[in-house]
């Protein structure tokens, strides 16, 4: 009976532990900024959206969602030249429905600016940097995040929260372990 019970209990933390890593392997949406009246010209550095942007994490299959005034503003995705020297006239692509949902379909930088006039130089603009298989296996592993270097992209700020999901795992391994032998 004994043997019945730690068969049936390690099967549930196998599962437990398997929906966990299902779980931060699904794309979400990133409200950007974190709310919806982020899309405008910042009040300071500390509050421009690529600080929100560095604290975030990004994999390919997320989405990016804008809510905005779309009769005021746009969303216009540029190349890095063109974020740069926040140049409006040949944008990659324009979004103006001010209900703005973009998916993050490859690794690596995007450059996003705003479409109303000024808004870009006042610091309306927002680098989203993706991360690769490579670096998103690294990343639930616990190593640190990768260089800016390695995208051109903005800093990405530390976090702990890869160590805790690494402690997480071990642990659950540890517990499946035990009950299995």
């Known amino acids: ?25 699904e794309a979400r949406d990133h409200l950007v900024g974190g709310k919806t009246d982020s899309w405008k010209v ?25 809510k905005y005034d779309g009769k005021t503003d746009s969303v216009l995705e540029v190349s890095k030249r063109d974020y740069v020297t926040c140049n409006t006239s040949s944008p990659i692509a324009v979004h103006n429905d001010g209900n703005t949902k973009i998916v993050l379909d490859h690794s690596g930088a995007y450059y996003f600016i705003s479409g ?5 130089e006042q ?3 927002l680098i989203v940097v ?9 990343f639930f592993m616990g190593a640190p995040a990768p260089s800016p270097v390695e995208f051109e992209g ?28």
């Open 154 to 181: 903005p800093a990405m700020a530390p976090t702990s929260s890869a160590d805790n999901l690494k402690a997480s795992l071990v642990v659950a391994f540890g517990v499946v372990m035990g009950f299995l032998f």
């Open 116 to 120: 109303a006039k000024g808004h870009c």
């Open 123 to 125: 610091g309306q603009k």
């Open 42 to 66: 910042p009040s300071s550095e500390s509050n421009s959206l690529n600080r929100w942007a560095e604290k975030s994490r990004f994999l390919i299959g997320d989405y990016l969602v804008w």
């Open 130 to 138: 993706t991360l690769s298989e490579k670096h998103m296996s690294r």
């Open 1 to 25: 009976m004994a043997v019945f019970s730690r068969n049936v209990l390690s099967s549930s933390l196998v599962a437990v532990v398997f929906c966990l890593m299902l779980s931060f392997t």
